[in-house]
């Protein structure tokens, strides 16, 4: 057995099983989940029409590159929505199917395991796929918490030259899970400037920059960054996107990575080994989905909705603020996140997930452990109650 295997730390919503394996929630009221990040918004019908209209192609073997027609229009979504004047389908463009499988693949592919000291750099609170694509690929996580008083603004200056130097990946999470802190064009400046001396890549992972709250204010990616700081081959760079959260799709598991060329020829000879070809029917109907833009504004308008009523209810009684963007509530607590996720489960039939379980500790502190993590993914009803039920339960624990 490969021993890395035993550093893997239990997936997050294991622990919260655990956590709760003893208690039982208020028979009195029906649960209501807000831990899992899968949207339950509906999928679009147009889409999921495309998808049985084309389901004999499971007759056939699909290509790792996938076809030039999803290519092109993945390339032209990226071209309209992150005013790129060139994004070349053929060389910089891949389908993944999902980006969970590509962040950890592209970790397997990037990782120089023969160097000394390996380093990929992380955000801490993180997306856990992080860490076990970088311990699995042999390198070693630096972690970075974001500041709680900007919006949790992580500060990449504070990294020592010794530590960039044997860096090898820099994840950014833009808008954040679990934060919703949107990178901006000044730290992708920043960022760029420290790829080109020290000889990184930056993995982008933007799967949640489609859902935000005000429409002249789009999430940045970091491919427009390196086209307005002269980055034109986007050396160095790589974005990741799905349309698990901007289509509400998260089973067809489809998405992709853009960007530099070079990286993506070796990416995609690992695909072929790796064997993620996306299946046929799915990039046929991923085609329809990148091609529309309606059902993506409509869904943000549900999650605006959404937050401005469950903000409504909880900001009088809890430390929350709306998130740049996203669909995660990232309360601050008085209390422990492990007591208050116990409680609250008990006495209102709401589940959250404590932030601990999303971050790790660096010098004895875990920057998450005073968090909760609420996914607004439900109903806007449901969302409302889980958010009523929050409120009884502050207004009853507060000192
Ligand atoms: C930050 C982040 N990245 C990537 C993913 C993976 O999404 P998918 O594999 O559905 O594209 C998720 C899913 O929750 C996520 O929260």
């Not at 339950?40 to 192609?57: E, Y």
């Not at 071209?79 to 969970?100: E, H, I």
Request: charged share 20%; net charge negative.
């Amino acid at each position: 057995m490969n021993p890395l295997i035993n550093a893997l730390h239990p997936y997050p919503f294991e622990k919260l099983a655990k956590l709760l394996a003893d208690i039982k929630p208020n028979p009195e009221l029906e649960l209501i989940k807000l831990t899992i990040g899968e949207p339950q918004h509906p999928a679009p019908a147009f889409v999921l029409d495309t998808l049985t209209q084309n389901l004999d192609k499971v007759s056939k073997y699909p290509g790792t590159k996938g076809t030039l027609e999803l290519r092109q229009s993945i390339s032209n979504w990226c071209k309209r929505r992150f005013d790129l004047t060139q994004l070349d389908a053929n060389t910089q463009v891949l389908p993944v199917t999902g980006t969970r499988e590509a962040l950890f693949a592209i970790t397997q592919t990037l990782v120089d395991s023969s160097k000394a000291n390996p380093t990929v750099i992380s955000p801490n609170p993180f997306y856990q796929i992080y860490e076990g694509a970088t311990i699995l690929a042999g390198a070693k996580l630096h972690l970075l918490a974001g500041n709680p008083e900007q919006n949790y603004k992580i500060d990449y200056s504070k990294i020592s030259d010794q530590i960039w130097q044997d860096t090898q990946i820099l994840f950014t999470c833009s808008p954040n899970n679990p934060n919703g802190y949107v990178t901006t064009l000044e730290d992708y400046e920043f960022l760029l400037k420290k790829s080109v001396e020290f000889d990184f890549t930056i993995v982008a992972d933007e799967c949640y920059s489609e859902i935000y709250f005000d429409e002249a204010q789009k999430p940045t990616g970091l491919l427009e960054a390196c086209q307005v700081f002269g980055n034109h081959n986007y050396k160095n760079c790589l974005v990741f996107h799905s349309l698990s959260k901007r289509s509400n799709l998260p089973g067809l598991r489809s998405g992709f990575i853009a960007g530099d060329a070079d990286i993506l020829a070796s990416f995609l000879l690992y695909r072929t080994y790796h064997g993620c070809a996306m299946a046929l029917q799915t990039q046929t109907a991923s085609i329809s989905a990148w091609n529309d833009e309606d059902h993506v504004l409509e869904n943000r308008n549900l999650y605006r909705e959404k937050f401005d009523q469950v903000l409504e209810i909880l900001q009088p009684v809890m430390k929350v603020n709306k998130p740049d963007a996203g669909f995660y509530l990232w309360p601050q607590l008085e209390m422990d996140d492990e007591a208050f996720c116990q409680k609250l489960y008990q006495e209102e039939a709401v589940l959250v997930l404590p932030g601990r379980y999303l971050a790790r500790e660096v010098e004895g502190i875990n920057p998450a452990k005073n968090h909760v993590r609420m996914a607004l993914v439900a109903t806007t009803q449901d969302c409302v109650e889980a958010a009523r039920r929050i409120k009884r339960f502050m207004l009853k624990h507060s000192k």
